[in-house]
């Protein structure tokens, strides 16, 4: 079982920043590529950006620029530096990562708990 923990959210001030970390962790094999999503009220989950094992990044339009995902993977943890921040990025935030318990299991998909991300004007 893999179990992703994420901590960094809060308050935060239009202009400012903040960074979020999210580790694994658990009994596993290996944890593949790992992601940052959020979800404001009212609106559909979004995927912000995914870095694989080996350091490949992509970005959503509306956070390139901005957000920067960055991964340690002695730690098992992944982080998303998030500059420049707009009310509009107010949202639940929520890590993702594909992983596999046994090397000869199926790969499974695990969500963090979600941290609340607000940005006042």
């Known amino acids: 079982q893999v179990q992703l923990v994420e901590s960094g959210g809060g308050l935060v001030q239009a202009g400012g920043s903040l960074r979020l970390s999210c580790a694994a962790s658990?009994?596993?094999?290996?944890?593949?590529?790992m992601g940052w999503y959020r979800q404001a009220p009212g609106k559909q989950r979004e995927l912000l950006a995914t870095?694989?094992?080996?350091?490949?990044?992509n970005y959503a339009d509306s956070v390139k620029g901005r957000f920067t995902i960055s991964r340690d993977n002695a730690k098992n943890t992944v982080y998303l530096q998030m500059n420049t921040l707009k009310p509009e990025d107010t949202a639940v935030y929520y890590c993702?990562?594909?992983?596999?318990?046994?090397?000869?299991?199926?790969?499974?998909?695990?969500w963090g708990q979600g941290t609340q991300v607000t940005v006042s004007t």
């Open positions: 870095i694989t094992f080996d350091g490949s990044t």
């Open positions: 993702n990562a594909g992983g596999q318990r046994t090397s000869v299991s199926r790969w499974s998909d695990y």
């Open positions: 658990g009994i596993f094999f290996r944890i593949g590529t």
